[in-house]
């Protein structure tokens, strides 16, 4: 197999060396070498270690991810529906993953203020709480030029007032244990909304707010490819974001 020089440049990128990487994700640093020297492919819970450790995702380190097709049976068994809108997403569907999450709720979004005014996101969260789960919730920096410039985009130029208003509506949940409130000025690509093991993606394009964007429904599989190409670029937004 060709050497792995995508990882070999990360590795170079982050400051870490293949030992450090080995430690970091609990393999022995002979297997890091032959992910290089040989282009040799980890199991899947390594895999998703190592993009995080690495702050890439796993198809840019192992692109040939993109065409196996076990990876592609394994992506199409995730996929539970799809929408053509956000807006087209039944009620019923937001109100049941919400209701049902224990665990694990993420949000990331601009401003989300449907879930508030809809869904009683600030009443989910209070609960989830109370029961030991654990809350982050991600909205964009209504002083940031990157939120002012999306919402000029999308045509929406009160964008900035909508992410404070949320920010503000979820002010009095931010304390509670379990519970992380923090702003960002990323431009997504994405807003993410996770579950448990449940993600909504409504991916965004140029031009277009997300509530005329699609909504995919994935549900986390025995591989989780794109569960968790969604769940790493949560966390790379939360990563670089700062408390609301």
Same mark, same amino acid.
């Given at each position: 197999?060709?050497?792995?020089?995508?990882?070999?440049?990360? +590795?170079? =990128?982050?400051?870490?060396?293949? %030992? $450090?990487?080995? #430690?970091? *994700?609990? /393999?022995?640093?002979?297997?890091? @070498?032959?992910?290089?020297?040989?282009?040799?492919?980890?199991?899947?819970?390594?895999?998703?270690?190592?993009?995080?450790?690495?702050?890439?995702?796993?198809?840019?380190?192992?692109?040939?991810?993109?065409?196996?097709?076990?990876?592609?049976?394994?992506?199409?068994?995730?996929?539970?529906?799809?929408?053509?809108?956000?807006?087209?997403?039944?009620?019923?569907?937001?109100?049941?993953?919400?209701?049902?999450?224990?665990?694990?709720?993420?949000?990331?979004?601009?401003?989300?203020?449907?879930?508030?005014?809809?869904?009683? +996101?600030? =009443?989910?969260?209070?609960?989830? %709480? $109370?029961?030991? #789960?654990? *809350?982050? /919730?991600?909205?964009?920096?209504? @002083?940031?030029?990157?939120?002012?410039?999306?919402?000029?985009?999308?045509?929406?130029?009160?964008?900035?007032?909508?992410?404070?208003?949320?920010?503000?509506?979820?002010?009095?949940?931010?304390?509670?244990?379990?519970?992380?409130?923090?702003?960002?000025?990323?431009?997504?690509?994405?807003?993410?909304?996770?579950?448990?093991?449940?993600?909504?993606?409504?991916?965004?394009?140029?031009?277009?707010?997300?509530?005329?964007?699609?909504?995919?429904?994935?549900?986390?599989?025995?591989?989780?490819?794109?569960?968790?190409?969604?769940?790493?670029?949560?966390?790379?937004?939360?990563?670089?974001?700062?408390?609301?």
């Amino acid at each position: 197999m060709a050497a792995n020089q995508r990882i070999r440049s990360a +590795l170079t =990128s982050s400051g870490m060396t293949a %030992s $450090a990487l080995a #430690g970091a *994700v609990g /393999v022995d640093p002979k297997s890091v @070498e032959r992910w290089i020297s040989q282009g040799r492919v980890p199991h899947p819970g390594t895999r998703a270690r190592v993009a995080e450790a690495l702050g890439h995702d796993e198809t840019y380190l192992w692109p040939q991810l993109l065409l196996d097709s076990r990876a592609a049976s394994s992506a199409q068994s995730e996929l539970v529906q799809l929408w053509p809108t956000r807006e087209s997403v039944p009620g019923d569907v937001w109100r049941s993953l919400l209701t049902r999450t224990t665990e694990r709720l993420d949000v990331l979004a601009y401003a989300g203020g449907f879930l508030v005014e809809a869904y009683g +996101l600030a =009443s989910e969260i209070e609960r989830i %709480s $109370a029961a030991g #789960g654990q *809350v982050r /919730v991600l909205l964009g920096d209504p @002083e940031s030029e990157a939120v002012r410039l999306r919402g000029l985009n999308e045509g929406l130029p009160a964008l900035p007032e909508r992410a404070r208003s949320t920010l503000e509506y979820l002010a009095h949940v931010k304390g509670l244990p379990g519970v992380d409130v923090r702003q960002h000025d990323a431009p997504l690509y994405a807003s993410i909304y996770r579950f448990d093991d449940e993600v909504l993606a409504n991916p965004h394009t140029h031009g277009a707010p997300a509530k005329d964007s699609p909504v995919f429904h994935y549900q986390r599989a025995a591989e989780a490819y794109l569960f968790n190409y969604y769940a790493a670029a949560f966390d790379r937004v939360w990563k670089d974001a700062t408390p609301a």
